[in-house]
């Protein structure tokens, strides 16, 4: 008897766990398409050839140029190389028009935070991967979500809710994460290292 | 963070008064730096903004015999039980472990101001209004620096993001250490009389900790003994005297509650 009672009662709350645990993140994603289906697999392929450093790179000054001007794909995009729709769209909406890309950056930090390349690829040594995951490899470009309250962008908060098997950068870049790695390696920091 | 710890350098200014002359370009650069808004409509001495105030006192003798001084104060970046650090609530202040700078995080700050009430300078000040630029003027602020928002208190942090700017040059070099020329706050880098001269005070080759040691110089109540960074310079006893009275009630256009 205590059993009948208790089946609907566990399923019910199966039910509304797994419909919470898929459901909640998405509702509180607003998830918005990049303007341009850009291929970092096409460009580091062998046919392309390019590497990291051509498109983002330090310069002396300290400066990261983060992600590329359109002066850099218009060499090779006057007019379309292939047959990819995309390619064409590219030539029409934004090379021909003399027109920046607005892409919309998965890393993006709130604006009271300060954040600087060039200490940690050239002085402390680490990797891309690190903090942004495989996207230098990737072939398609994945919809940029952002929190619709906080307005954060999905990769500060983190893709992982219990943080069971999640890659360092899936944990998100949140205040903690930036400092966890910081008292691992033993860099100094106070409020000002980061905020401005 | 509220720890009390070595820096690993301390920063600082030695400013003459015998050579400023309160043109007020101090102010007027910091302001631009550090997209410190245009005062509000309503604003007064006590609710206005600015982290650098240019104070005027004499020596109170009738004419012929009336001298004046200015005095430039920003935040005096105290290093010993920095009183302002020591009441926040909030942790929105600290001191930077490389710099000696002391810290004012407006996104953290509850805006209970208790900061201003212990701050023995009136260097801290409380956004009364949101902030407001003239339509054009929204364009040219400085991204480097967040804009602060009603209801939160702000201060010099002797142009922190030069400082950073100075580190990311340095490491894209692959220097830990900056290049000391590179680092020089707005307020510095403007004053027509070259009155101000800024660097590391534990640095025994730098201008600065020279002239600090100089007989001539002070620091604004000394008294206190909250060990401030920002050190002053005059050959004038009367002016030098004054710097354990409270400048604020000197004989000034400026009256703070």
């Not at chain 1, 950068?169 to 390696?185: A, E, F, P, T």
Request: glycine share 6%; net charge positive.
């Amino acid at each position: 008897m205590k059993l009948r009672g208790f089946i609907p009662f566990g399923v019910g709350l199966l039910v509304a766990l797994g419909g919470g645990w898929f459901a909640v993140p998405r509702a509180m994603y607003r998830r918005t398409e990049q303007p341009i289906q850009f291929s970092h697999k096409t460009h580091t392929s062998e046919k392309v050839g390019m590497s990291c450093q051509d498109c983002h790179s330090l310069s002396a000054d300290g400066k990261f140029s983060g992600i590329p001007r359109l002066e850099t794909c218009a060499p090779c995009h006057t007019e379309p190389q292939g047959k990819s729709a995309e390619e064409k769209r590219l030539v029409d909406e934004y090379v021909s028009k003399n027109r920046e890309i607005p892409w919309l950056v998965y890393a993006r930090q709130p604006e009271n935070v300060y954040f600087s390349h060039a200490p940690h690829i050239k002085l402390a040594g680490i990797k891309c991967e690190r903090c942004h995951g495989p996207h230098g490899s990737t072939g398609r470009l994945r919809s940029y979500e952002q929190n619709r309250i906080s307005t954060y962008a999905r990769d500060v908060e983190g893709y992982s809710l219990v943080k069971l098997n999640a890659a360092d950068w899936q944990q998100g870049m949140k205040m903690n994460d930036c400092s966890h790695c910081h008292q691992q390696r033993g860099v100094q920091e106070s409020c000002l290292t980061c905020h401005k | 963070m509220a720890t009390e710890q070595k820096p690993k350098s301390r920063f600082g200014m030695v400013i003459d008064l015998d050579r400023c002359n309160g043109c007020g370009a101090c102010a007027a650069a910091c302001a631009v730096e550090n997209n410190v808004p245009p005062a509000h409509p309503t604003a007064t001495d006590r609710t206005g903004l600015t982290w650098m105030r240019v104070y005027r006192a004499d020596n109170r003798r009738p004419f012929p015999d009336n001298r004046s001084v200015y005095f430039p104060v920003s935040c005096q970046h105290c290093g010993n039980h920095t009183p302002c650090m020591a009441v926040c609530p909030q942790n929105a202040v600290d001191i930077n472990p490389e710099t000696g700078v002391v810290s004012q995080i407006p996104v953290r700050c509850l805006g209970c101001r208790y900061c201003m009430a212990a701050c023995p300078f009136h260097a801290r000040y409380f956004n009364w209004f949101d902030p407001k630029w003239p339509h054009e003027m929204e364009n040219a602020l400085n991204p480097d620096v967040s804009v602060r928002m009603r209801g939160v208190v702000e201060k010099c942090n002797f142009c922190h993001s030069r400082w950073q700017a100075a580190v990311a040059r340095a490491a894209a070099n692959g220097n830990h250490d900056i290049d000391p020329a590179d680092y020089v706050p707005a307020c510095v880098e403007a004053c027509p009389e070259k009155a101000m001269t800024f660097g590391n005070l534990d640095d025994p080759k730098s201008e600065v900790a020279r002239q600090s040691k100089a007989p001539i110089v002070f620091r604004l109540l000394a008294r206190l003994n909250t060990d401030p960074k920002v050190y002053y310079r005059s050959d004038r006893d009367w002016v030098r005297r004054l710097g354990d009275t409270d400048v604020a009630q000197g004989e000034s256009e400026v009256s703070r509650g």
